[in-house]
């Protein structure tokens, strides 16, 4: 009984540490341009203007949709409602049941085991800073593992409910972003592995009827699940369609472009910047302690390899592609996690010096990453220097709302019968979200010819040139930071300007 | 005699680093000024330099800035007090703004947290002011927001307040909207006349930067004459 009480102590302890990491100044950090541009997709929804898959912008409806709901309780209908604790909810959400995942393994590799795993997943650097981020990874790692733990049930109980459990789990993660298929992909390579090791006389031929109808009936559901969300509760079913056209139309943006090594060195290699030693790696060392640990036993030895295998596939997937950006590894990185917690499997029958050691590197592993958590999320939360900071907003540009709204406020601009702003240039996200309040603003990729004529014209780096070229006479240049080395210029009208300076000159 | 001497510093900007110039000026004739030199450090660009687009910043520079000042200027606050609006600085030490060492890289600057932050330095008297230079960070390309420089005689600057710069355009800091342009950190500051002021304390203001949030010193020297 007492075992018992201390195990959910531990469980509600870590919830409570996870949702401290997750929620503590939610909003402190500026929002991305990842974040931005779903909180404009996320608008069509609770705007009630529907929602229409886009093959080649959009990932998965999966996460609009909970934020959708989390909007309305929050009383937010439109776009210019919208705040970023309602928009950033629904990720932390993610964040805490994936916290908690690892209940569902505690019946097969143990309890203190999975409290090992969930305390790596509540501590991890890189699941906290992005679960406190709009964006679809969060929610992948969390179907990711329910995902997982469905199938090991399947495998084990060949069930009927299972089998749809296990479908809708899949076609929900295909709904969350397209890439659950590297997943699905890393996850086949790792059975197979299992199957050769442990069944090598296997053959196709003697799998039994009813196991052909479970693969059907999980295949029917993840089929049905991903196409219902993707068509809008089958309103628009050309958004079916369009889920599987995305594979080939989908349109990354450039300058992502990294190198095979760039993961390994994100999270493995240590770096000192602004006072912090940068690291994942000592919950990477638990994993493979945690795979030395089950790799006798058949039982949780299966586990142990699959995860491990599952996290090498992953992540060779993941570095052949060009495209790298931080929050790709969130899913991989659960599976480590997970595998870390295995560490602890059958620890009664370590000596006492082995069992002191284990306890000593966990204690100081989740000691340093909740420091590492704090730091990435505290004052270098969109700094540059901060390795999970990731093309980050600057907190300059929080700036440009209100100082808009001065301008608009004076005399010289209210008897104006239009007070129009422009946007030039193309990289411009997340500036929508700042100029959200105010109704009349244009996006031009290029300077158009009627350019001197609107009040306020934010140019972007590239068309800066362009800009001062038509813009020398009649507008004044300021300076504002939008992201991390990505300064806008804002040319605001002479006489506006003039105005300006005349209220509280220094 | 003025476009002799202008020439003469432009040829004394292209020295070496190991050929350093004084950082005390000295007189090279009796008329009634002299052209403000003073140590320039190294080049040191970290990392792939980021360029900064923005065209009507002032002209990023070659050579050391020039100024004439005059003959008894000299160098006011080596190793003088400084205090801040931020009392724990993040990285280093406030007293590394006054200490002489202009290097870029580690261990060389202060960084201040983010938001208008000041620092002031204590002259110990009031002077004659002839120049404020000053050297935010150079070892990336960026540009300081809200650069403010300020001098006075009061240490709360509650009055008699004089403002040497401002491109704090939307008054960010709440002290006055500024007009002067943004600039490109490079390697040889930032020169702002002090226009002759009388005052024994200096406050620089700034509020983030284009690479950043944070607020960052290298050093601040202040010219001028003092009895």
């Given at each position: 009984m007492r075992r018992k009480s201390l195990t959910w102590v531990g469980w509600i302890a870590l919830f409570f540490l996870a949702a401290w990491l997750r929620l503590n100044n939610l909003e402190s950090t500026p929002i991305h341009a990842d974040e931005a541009t779903g909180a404009k997709i996320l608008s069509q929804r609770i705007e009630g203007t529907g929602y229409n898959f886009d093959p080649k912008h959009y990932h998965g409806p999966f996460p609009s949709l909970v934020a959708e709901s989390i909007a309305r309780l929050s009383g937010e209908t439109s776009w210019v409602d919208l705040s970023l604790f309602t928009l950033r909810l629904?990720?932390?959400?993610?964040?805490?049941l994936t916290v908690m995942s690892p209940l569902l393994w505690a019946k097969t590799v143990g309890v203190v085991p999975a409290l090992a795993a969930a305390a790596c997943l509540a501590s991890s650097p890189l699941l906290v800073y992005y679960n406190r981020i709009y964006i679809h990874e969060s929610w992948l790692l969390l179907f990711g593992i329910i995902t997982l733990a469905a199938l090991h049930r399947l495998y084990a109980r060949k069930n009927l409910p299972m089998a749809i459990i296990s479908g809708i789990s899949i076609g929900l993660l295909f709904a969350i972003k397209e890439s659950f298929v590297l997943s699905i992909l890393a996850w086949a390579g790792s059975a197979t592995l299992l199957l050769v090791i442990h069944r090598p006389k296997l053959r196709l031929h003697r799998l039994r009827p009813q196991s052909l109808t479970l693969v059907f009936l999980l295949v029917l559901a993840s089929f049905c699940t991903s196409s219902y969300l993707y068509s809008d509760g089958f309103r628009n079913l050309q958004g079916i369609i369009d889920s599987c056209k995305t594979y080939i139309d989908y349109e990354t943006a450039p300058g992502h472009e990294k190198k095979f090594s760039y993961y390994l060195h994100f999270l493995l290699w240590p770096k000192k910047t602004v006072g912090t030693l940068w690291t994942?790696?000592?919950?990477?060392?638990l994993a493979a302690i945690g795979l030395w640990r089950t790799g006798k036993e058949r039982k949780s030895g299966s586990i142990g390899i699959f995860l491990a295998t599952a996290t090498l596939l992953h992540w060779i997937l993941y570095s052949c592609i060009a495209y790298k950006t931080p929050w790709l590894m969130l899913l991989p990185w659960g599976h480590v996690c997970l595998l870390a917690g295995l560490a602890f499997y059958n620890y009664q029958t370590l000596s006492l010096t082995q069992r002191r050691s284990l306890l000593l590197l966990f204690i100081g592993s989740i000691g340093w990453q909740i420091v590492q958590s704090r730091e990435a999320t505290g004052t270098y939360a969109n700094d540059e220097r901060n390795p999970y900071a990731y093309v980050a907003t600057s907190r300059d540009a929080r700036k440009i709302p209100e100082w808009i709204q001065q301008i608009q406020a004076l005399p010289e601009a209210s008897i104006r019968q239009n007070n129009r702003i422009a946007v030039i240039g193309k990289q411009y996200w997340p500036l929508p979200w700042f100029l959200r309040d105010f109704r009349e603003v244009e996006?031009?990729?290029?300077?158009?010819?009627?350019?001197?004529?609107y009040s306020i014209v934010f140019a972007l780096p590239e068309q800066n040139t362009a800009c001062d070229a038509r813009l020398d006479k009649s507008h004044d240049k300021f300076l504002k930071s939008?992201?991390?080395?990505?300064?806008?210029?804002?040319?605001?009208?002479?006489?506006?300007?003039?105005?300006?300076?005349?209220?509280?000159?220094? | 005699m003025l476009i002799s001497l202008l020439l003469l510093t432009a040829c004394s900007d292209t020295k070496k680093p190991d050929n350093k110039s004084s950082d005390v000026a000295k007189p090279e004739n009796d008329s009634q000024g002299l052209p403000l030199t003073t140590e320039i450090p190294e080049e040191l660009l970290e990392g792939t330099p980021q360029p900064i687009k923005v065209a009507n910043l002032e002209p990023v520079l070659n050579t050391a800035p020039s100024l004439i000042v005059d003959k008894d200027t000299r160098l006011l606050s080596r190793n003088k007090p400084v205090s801040g609006s931020d009392d724990f600085p993040i990285i280093g030490d406030l007293s590394y703004i006054t200490d002489g060492d202009k290097e870029a890289g580690e261990g060389y600057f202060v960084e201040l947290i983010d938001g208008p932050q000041w620092v002031q330095i204590d002259l110990g008297q009031t002077a004659r002011l002839s120049a404020v230079w000053i050297w935010h960070y150079h070892s990336q390309k960026r540009a300081y927001h809200d650069v403010i420089v300020q001098v006075s005689n009061n240490a709360d600057f509650n009055d008699s307040v004089i403002t040497l710069f401002n491109n704090d355009y939307d008054n960010t800091s709440g002290q006055g909207k500024g007009t002067d342009q943004p600039y490109v950190e490079t390697r040889f500051g930032k020169l702002i006349d002090a226009r002759s002021s009388e005052a024994r304390y200096v406050r620089l203001w700034s509020c983030g930067n284009t690479s950043n949030d944070m607020n960052h010193y290298i050093e601040v020297e202040v010219f001028g004459s003092a009895e």
């Amino acid at each position: 009984m007492r075992r018992k009480s201390l195990t959910w102590v531990g469980w509600i302890a870590l919830f409570f540490l996870a949702a401290w990491l997750r929620l503590n100044n939610l909003e402190s950090t500026p929002i991305h341009a990842d974040e931005a541009t779903g909180a404009k997709i996320l608008s069509q929804r609770i705007e009630g203007t529907g929602y229409n898959f886009d093959p080649k912008h959009y990932h998965g409806p999966f996460p609009s949709l909970v934020a959708e709901s989390i909007a309305r309780l929050s009383g937010e209908t439109s776009w210019v409602d919208l705040s970023l604790f309602t928009l950033r909810l629904g990720s932390v959400i993610a964040g805490l049941l994936t916290v908690m995942s690892p209940l569902l393994w505690a019946k097969t590799v143990g309890v203190v085991p999975a409290l090992a795993a969930a305390a790596c997943l509540a501590s991890s650097p890189l699941l906290v800073y992005y679960n406190r981020i709009y964006i679809h990874e969060s929610w992948l790692l969390l179907f990711g593992i329910i995902t997982l733990a469905a199938l090991h049930r399947l495998y084990a109980r060949k069930n009927l409910p299972m089998a749809i459990i296990s479908g809708i789990s899949i076609g929900l993660l295909f709904a969350i972003k397209e890439s659950f298929v590297l997943s699905i992909l890393a996850w086949a390579g790792s059975a197979t592995l299992l199957l050769v090791i442990h069944r090598p006389k296997l053959r196709l031929h003697r799998l039994r009827p009813q196991s052909l109808t479970l693969v059907f009936l999980l295949v029917l559901a993840s089929f049905c699940t991903s196409s219902y969300l993707y068509s809008d509760g089958f309103r628009n079913l050309q958004g079916i369609i369009d889920s599987c056209k995305t594979y080939i139309d989908y349109e990354t943006a450039p300058g992502h472009e990294k190198k095979f090594s760039y993961y390994l060195h994100f999270l493995l290699w240590p770096k000192k910047t602004v006072g912090t030693l940068w690291t994942e790696i000592t919950v990477f060392a638990l994993a493979a302690i945690g795979l030395w640990r089950t790799g006798k036993e058949r039982k949780s030895g299966s586990i142990g390899i699959f995860l491990a295998t599952a996290t090498l596939l992953h992540w060779i997937l993941y570095s052949c592609i060009a495209y790298k950006t931080p929050w790709l590894m969130l899913l991989p990185w659960g599976h480590v996690c997970l595998l870390a917690g295995l560490a602890f499997y059958n620890y009664q029958t370590l000596s006492l010096t082995q069992r002191r050691s284990l306890l000593l590197l966990f204690i100081g592993s989740i000691g340093w990453q909740i420091v590492q958590s704090r730091e990435a999320t505290g004052t270098y939360a969109n700094d540059e220097r901060n390795p999970y900071a990731y093309v980050a907003t600057s907190r300059d540009a929080r700036k440009i709302p209100e100082w808009i709204q001065q301008i608009q406020a004076l005399p010289e601009a209210s008897i104006r019968q239009n007070n129009r702003i422009a946007v030039i240039g193309k990289q411009y996200w997340p500036l929508p979200w700042f100029l959200r309040d105010f109704r009349e603003v244009e996006y031009h990729p290029i300077p158009n010819k009627s350019l001197a004529d609107y009040s306020i014209v934010f140019a972007l780096p590239e068309q800066n040139t362009a800009c001062d070229a038509r813009l020398d006479k009649s507008h004044d240049k300021f300076l504002k930071s939008l992201r991390s080395n990505v300064p806008v210029s804002i040319y605001l009208q002479k006489d506006l300007a003039k105005a300006w300076y005349q209220t509280n000159p220094q | 005699m003025l476009i002799s001497l202008l020439l003469l510093t432009a040829c004394s900007d292209t020295k070496k680093p190991d050929n350093k110039s004084s950082d005390v000026a000295k007189p090279e004739n009796d008329s009634q000024g002299l052209p403000l030199t003073t140590e320039i450090p190294e080049e040191l660009l970290e990392g792939t330099p980021q360029p900064i687009k923005v065209a009507n910043l002032e002209p990023v520079l070659n050579t050391a800035p020039s100024l004439i000042v005059d003959k008894d200027t000299r160098l006011l606050s080596r190793n003088k007090p400084v205090s801040g609006s931020d009392d724990f600085p993040i990285i280093g030490d406030l007293s590394y703004i006054t200490d002489g060492d202009k290097e870029a890289g580690e261990g060389y600057f202060v960084e201040l947290i983010d938001g208008p932050q000041w620092v002031q330095i204590d002259l110990g008297q009031t002077a004659r002011l002839s120049a404020v230079w000053i050297w935010h960070y150079h070892s990336q390309k960026r540009a300081y927001h809200d650069v403010i420089v300020q001098v006075s005689n009061n240490a709360d600057f509650n009055d008699s307040v004089i403002t040497l710069f401002n491109n704090d355009y939307d008054n960010t800091s709440g002290q006055g909207k500024g007009t002067d342009q943004p600039y490109v950190e490079t390697r040889f500051g930032k020169l702002i006349d002090a226009r002759s002021s009388e005052a024994r304390y200096v406050r620089l203001w700034s509020c983030g930067n284009t690479s950043n949030d944070m607020n960052h010193y290298i050093e601040v020297e202040v010219f001028g004459s003092a009895e």
